[in-house]
C-alpha cells in the first residue's frame, strides 16, 4: 500500500482528523502526546505562525521516536514553497485551505494525500482534477451537511471531510455522517484555546477518548 493510501485509510478509519496550532513547541508537544495516548494516529499540524516549521520538526523527531505508528500532516498549506518545506521536514500529507494545484501537484509527486478546502462544486472539480482524494468542505458550519448530501450525487464516490465549527456533540457530527462524509475534521472545538493556554493535558484526553466514541456510535 502506497504511503497516500495507508493516510487516506488512516483518517477513514479514525473518522476524526484532530487539529491545531500553538507558537509554543513544548505545549504542542504535549498536546500531540495527549491526542496520541486517547488514541489518535493521524492529526494535523497548522502552518499558522512563525513557529510553525521548527515546531513541526520537533513533532516529527518525537513521532519517530515515540509514536511511530502516527501520521503527522500539516495543514494551512496554500503555496508551493509551503508544500515543499513541510515535506522536506517530514509532513505525511498535506491539508489546504484552498484549491492551489500547484500544491497538488507537489504532493503527487512525493505520492502524498493532499487535502483542499473546497466550498463551491467548481472548486470540487477543479481539485478532482488534480487528484484529491479526499475533500475538505471548508468552512463546514457555513456551508452545512446540506451542502454535501445536496452535492454528493454530482461527485459519487469522492471522499468528503467537513472541516471548520465541527464540534464534539453527537448531534453536529452525526449530521454530517448521514450526509455522507468519512470523517470530521475537529480543530477549536477540541483543542480550544483554553486547553492549549491553560494545558489542560487531562480534559483534552478525556475530550479525545469520547469524540473517538461518539464516532464510533455514528457510523
Ligand atoms: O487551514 C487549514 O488547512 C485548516 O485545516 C483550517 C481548519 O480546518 C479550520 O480553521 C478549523 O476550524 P475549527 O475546527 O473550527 O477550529
Same mark, same amino acid.
Do not use: C, W
Given at each position: 500500500m502506497s504511503k497516500k493510501e495507508t493516510v487516506l485509510n488512516d483518517i477513514?478509519?479514525?473518522?476524526?482528523?484532530?487539529?491545531?496550532?500553538?507558537?509554543?513547541?513544548?505545549v504542542s508537544l504535549e498536546i500531540t502526546r495527549t491526542l496520541y &495516548?486517547?488514541?489518535?494516529?493521524?492529526?494535523?499540524?497548522?502552518?499558522?505562525?512563525a513557529a510553525?516549521?521548527?515546531?513541526?520538526?520537533?513533532?516529527?523527531?518525537?513521532?519517530?521516536?515515540?509514536?511511530?505508528?502516527?501520521?503527522?500532516?500539516?495543514?494551512?498549506?496554500k503555496s508551493a514553497a509551503e508544500a515543499e518545506a513541510f515535506i522536506s521536514a517530514g509532513a505525511d500529507f498535506i491539508v489546504s485551505?484552498?484549491?492551489?494545484?500547484?500544491?497538488? &501537484?507537489?504532493?503527487?509527486?512525493?505520492n502524498l494525500l493532499w487535502i483542499p478546502g473546497c466550498m463551491t462544486p467548481t472548486e470540487i472539480y477543479l481539485a478532482q482534477q488534480h487528484e484529491a482524494a479526499l475533500i475538505k468542505i471548508f468552512p463546514a458550519n457555513i456551508l452545512?451537511?446540506?451542502f454535501v448530501s445536496s452535492i454528493r450525487d454530482l461527485f459519487l464516490g469522492q471522499l468528503f471531510i467537513p472541516t471548520g465549527g465541527v464540534d464534539l456533540s453527537i448531534d453536529n457530527i452525526s449530521t454530517w455522517f448521514k450526509a455522507g462524509v468519512c470523517a470530521v475534521g475537529m480543530g477549536s472545538k477540541l483543542i480550544s484555546k483554553n486547553v492549549l493556554e491553560k494545558q489542560l493535558y487531562d480534559q483534552l484526553y478525556s475530550d479525545t477518548v469520547k469524540l473517538l466514541e461518539i464516532i464510533q456510535a455514528c457510523r
Open positions: 477513514i478509519g479514525q473518522g476524526t482528523l484532530p487539529l491545531f496550532f500553538y507558537e509554543d513547541a513544548t &495516548k486517547a488514541g489518535i494516529r493521524v492529526f494535523e499540524y497548522t502552518n499558522r505562525g510553525a516549521l521548527s515546531n513541526f520538526k520537533i513533532l516529527k523527531k518525537a513521532q519517530q521516536e515515540e509514536m511511530p505508528d502516527l501520521q503527522l500532516g500539516i495543514g494551512t498549506i485551505p484552498i484549491v492551489n494545484p500547484e500544491v497538488g &501537484k507537489i504532493a503527487a509527486q512525493h452545512g451537511a446540506e
